[in-house]
């Protein structure tokens, strides 16, 4: 098997724990099917491009292909915030890929991760707001029919950095973005405003981390555009993400 040196060569790169890995042929291609622990899809992503330099390393670059499946946009997602409620749906935007989980009376009834995030949104779109807007709606109709009602919690470095924005918070404040509420309306102006805005100017406002002025505006329309189609009114931000509801629901914190 092929996996085996790919995988030990890789060790736990981008801070993943290799769960499971299996392979299989597809017309002449080997592909290697890795489950990773892992609790940002920015991090899948580097996992990801790491495992195919050491695919080209070994000289199987025609022959063999990586994919890699984060177990956090499945069973996993749902220890953050919806992890601790009988029902309620959550939905994460990250640099590679964006995750939607819903849970009923204690159980996961729904889940879903597409290929598109803050990062990959600025790589193929830039800033320009009609391919933005083209690719977010693409990525709205992979999620089909969810069993949710009008508002969803949001989590994530690009939601409450938007929740900051939407609070004109001068600093930033842990206390008032989680529960904050952003419709869709207040949504909507944002991405507005961050689309007549530079990426300097961005840069230049209160409550933006670095690095995350250039991708801000491609998030801003992502939610707009998934609230509309989705169906979503309103967002409910926190800002205790996937690791720390692991850490609870595992005793570690409270």
Do not use: W
């Amino acid at each position: 098997s092929l996996l085996a040196p790919i995988i030990s060569a890789l060790g736990s790169t981008a801070g993943g724990t290799l769960h499971t890995g299996t392979d299989h042929t597809v017309q002449g291609t080997t592909v290697l099917n890795v489950e990773m622990g892992l609790f940002d899809a920015a991090l899948v992503q580097l996992f990801l491009n790491n495992g195919q330099n050491v695919i080209a390393e070994l000289g199987l670059n025609n022959t063999v292909q990586l994919d890699v499946q984060p177990i956090i946009a499945g069973s996993d997602l749902d220890q953050n915030i919806t992890g601790f409620q009988s029902a309620g749906g959550v939905i994460d935007v990250g640099g590679a890929s964006t995750e939607i989980v819903v849970k009923k009376d204690g159980e996961l009834i729904y889940k879903k991760s597409v290929n598109i995030g803050v990062v990959r949104l600025k790589d193929m779109c830039g800033r320009d707001k009609a391919f933005l807007e083209k690719v977010a709606e693409d990525a709205s109709n992979q999620y089909g029919e969810i069993p949710l009602g009008d508002t969803i919690y949001a989590i994530g470095g690009t939601a409450t950095t938007l929740a900051a924005q939407v609070l004109g918070l001068e600093n930033y404040s842990s206390e008032k973005v989680t529960g904050a509420v952003i419709t869709l309306a207040q949504m909507q102006a944002l991405t507005d405003k961050l689309l007549s805005m530079s990426v300097e100017e961005i840069a230049a406002l209160p409550c933006m981390p670095k690095g995350r002025a250039d991708v801000l505006t491609g998030g801003a329309v992502l939610f707009t555009v998934l609230m509309k189609k989705l169906g979503f009114s309103r967002l409910m931000t926190s800002d205790r993400d996937n690791l720390e509801g692991y850490a609870i629901k595992k005793g570690l914190m409270e």
